[in-house]
């Protein structure tokens, strides 16, 4: 299982305790299916919240707004080489009130958002949200690895799409992308005049040998069509303190950003958010360090629990992010994979189908839990499985 770590002392009974959404939402099963870390938050962001409530409430003030904006850049600098002006870099709520900005404000009405699938969840939800049809365009598997289908965003673009929805690293599959396989994506983009919304949230959660390479890094062209949205809230835990950094590559961008219809949107960050992003990025390393070692052991021993207990489970370990995608499909389950396994297994888990048609049949399994406890989940899902009967193999 792997060298031993604090996290692994974390128990079941003490996660439930905390009163948490993945941990009281289904009282009688493991929480597995909403990202949120049961690790806590570094020592650095728990100092840089301790103080009076006075400093917390209010609108965001342009002196906490500004050191984000510079802890976010040298973050982004030191670790993928990528230098953005503070100035260029603003605060929003999540990055899905980024997404829904960009949807607003950068394409126009009646044009098409382009979706590769499966895809997080809400993607799938906040287009039509906006009037925008989503234009689905499912991934390929080539050589036993999620692929984007070009030819398909080809089509999509020539069809009216506006904008394409990236997620990099890719949330469900857990691919992170190559520069080639960007720079494709860029060709057809600027083929067709098209938009891009990077979502990069998950970007520190990235394992060697993979690298994160911002999208909007590769070229003048990719800077010019891109929206790019990250923040410290997957990587450091902060879900719900709501703050999320917009990206903004290109003077045309900036500008249409600093109109007010727009930078009302910084309105809904919050200052709690704002100081737990700055600490994040300036003071937090450490324990993303040792956070992101930990995953990585997650993801691997989930890979060798699987093989040795339920080998019909098919399962690629993430390049990035701490979500596995399980392939549930020779299971041979009648109905939804993730409902047999929160009623017969207690685990509670994403269904693929959520995440769109290419889903169907798949599981999303959160691994940011300590790993005995993925030991147990599996070990449950497994004695599931036996007390149904041998799986049927197709
Ligand atoms: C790809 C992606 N984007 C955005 C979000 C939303 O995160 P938050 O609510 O912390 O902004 C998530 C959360 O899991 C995610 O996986």
Same mark, same amino acid.
């Given at each position: 299982?792997?060298?031993?770590?604090?996290?692994?002392?974390?128990?079941?009974?003490?996660?439930? $305790?905390?009163?948490?959404?993945?941990?009281?939402?289904?009282? %009688? /099963?493991? !929480?597995?299916?909403?990202?949120?870390?049961?690790?806590?938050?570094?020592?650095?962001? +728990?100092?840089?919240?301790?103080? +009076?409530?006075? /400093?917390?409430?209010?609108?965001?003030?342009? /002196?906490?707004?500004?050191?984000?904006?510079?802890?976010?850049?040298?973050?982004?600098?030191?670790?993928?080489?990528?230098?953005?002006?503070?100035?260029?870099?603003?605060?929003?709520? %999540?990055?899905?009130?980024?997404?829904?900005?960009?949807?607003?404000?950068?394409?126009?009405?009646?044009?098409?958002?382009?979706?590769?699938?499966?895809?997080?969840?809400?993607?799938?939800?906040?287009?039509?949200?906006?009037?925008?049809?989503?234009?689905?365009?499912?991934?390929?598997?080539?050589?036993?690895?999620?692929?984007?289908?070009?030819?398909?965003?080809?089509?999509?673009? @020539? %069809? #009216?799409?506006?904008?394409?929805?990236?997620?990099?690293?890719?949330?469900?599959?857990?691919?992170?992308?190559?520069?080639?396989?960007?720079?494709?994506? +860029?060709?057809?983009?600027?083929?067709?005049?098209?938009?891009?919304?990077?979502?990069?949230?998950? @970007?520190?959660?990235?394992?060697?040998?993979?690298?994160?390479?911002?999208? *909007?890094?590769?070229?003048?062209?990719?800077?010019?069509?891109?929206?790019?949205?990250?923040?410290?809230?997957? &990587?450091?835990?902060?879900?719900?303190?709501?703050?999320? $950094?917009?990206?903004?590559?290109?003077?045309?961008?900036?500008?249409?950003?600093?109109?007010?219809?727009?930078?009302?949107?910084?309105?809904?960050?919050?200052?709690?958010?704002?100081? &737990?992003?700055?600490?994040?990025?300036?003071?937090?390393?450490?324990?993303?360090?040792?956070?992101?070692?930990?995953?990585? #052991?997650?993801?691997?021993?989930?890979?060798?629990?699987?093989?040795?207990?339920?080998?019909?489970?098919?399962?690629?370990?993430?390049?990035?992010?701490?979500? &596995?995608?399980?392939?549930?499909?020779?299971?041979?389950?009648?109905?939804?994979?993730?409902?047999?396994?929160?009623?017969?297994?207690?685990?509670?888990?994403? %269904?693929?189908? /959520?995440?769109? *048609?290419? !889903?169907?049949?798949?599981?999303?399994?959160?691994?940011?839990?300590?790993?005995?406890?993925?030991? $147990?989940?599996?070990?449950?899902?497994?004695?599931?499985?036996?007390?149904?009967?041998?799986?049927?193999?197709?």
């Amino acid at each position: 299982m792997g060298t031993s770590h604090a996290y692994d002392a974390i128990g079941i009974d003490q996660l439930r $305790q905390t009163g948490s959404f993945k941990w009281s939402t289904y009282p %009688d /099963a493991i !929480g597995a299916f909403i990202a949120e870390m049961d690790f806590g938050v570094a020592p650095a962001i +728990s100092d840089a919240l301790t103080g +009076s409530v006075g /400093a917390l409430v209010g609108y965001p003030t342009p /002196a906490l707004v500004d050191a984000m904006a510079d802890a976010c850049a040298r973050f982004l600098d030191d670790s993928y080489g990528w230098k953005v002006p503070a100035e260029r870099i603003r605060p929003v709520g %999540d990055v899905l009130i980024a997404m829904r900005a960009t949807i607003d404000h950068f394409t126009a009405p009646g044009s098409k958002i382009i979706l590769p699938t499966p895809a997080y969840m809400p993607f799938l939800k906040i287009p039509p949200m906006h009037d925008r049809e989503i234009v689905e365009v499912p991934l390929l598997v080539q050589d036993g690895r999620y692929v984007f289908d070009l030819d398909g965003l080809d089509r999509a673009f @020539a %069809d #009216g799409g506006g904008m394409l929805i990236l997620c990099n690293p890719y949330n469900p599959v857990g691919r992170v992308f190559t520069r080639e396989e960007l720079l494709a994506i +860029s060709e057809i983009v600027e083929r067709y005049g098209g938009r891009v919304f990077s979502d990069e949230i998950h @970007a520190p959660l990235v394992f060697a040998p993979h690298v994160h390479i911002p999208y *909007a890094s590769i070229s003048e062209a990719a800077a010019n069509h891109t929206i790019t949205s990250t923040s410290a809230s997957k &990587a450091w835990n902060l879900p719900g303190l709501k703050a999320a $950094q917009v990206i903004l590559s290109n003077d045309a961008d900036a500008a249409v950003w600093a109109t007010p219809v727009v930078t009302r949107n910084e309105l809904l960050a919050s200052n709690p958010g704002i100081i &737990a992003n700055t600490a994040a990025y300036d003071d937090g390393r450490e324990w993303l360090a040792d956070t992101h070692t930990y995953l990585d #052991g997650n993801r691997r021993v989930l890979g060798e629990l699987l093989a040795a207990q339920i080998p019909e489970i098919g399962y690629i370990p993430a390049e990035g992010s701490y979500i &596995a995608w399980l392939d549930a499909r020779g299971l041979g389950i009648d109905g939804s994979p993730a409902d047999f396994f929160r009623e017969h297994a207690g685990v509670a888990l994403t %269904d693929g189908i /959520a995440c769109g *048609a290419p !889903g169907d049949g798949f599981l999303r399994f959160i691994l940011a839990t300590p790993r005995p406890i993925i030991v $147990q989940a599996v070990e449950q899902m497994a004695a599931a499985l036996a007390r149904r009967g041998a799986p049927v193999s197709v």
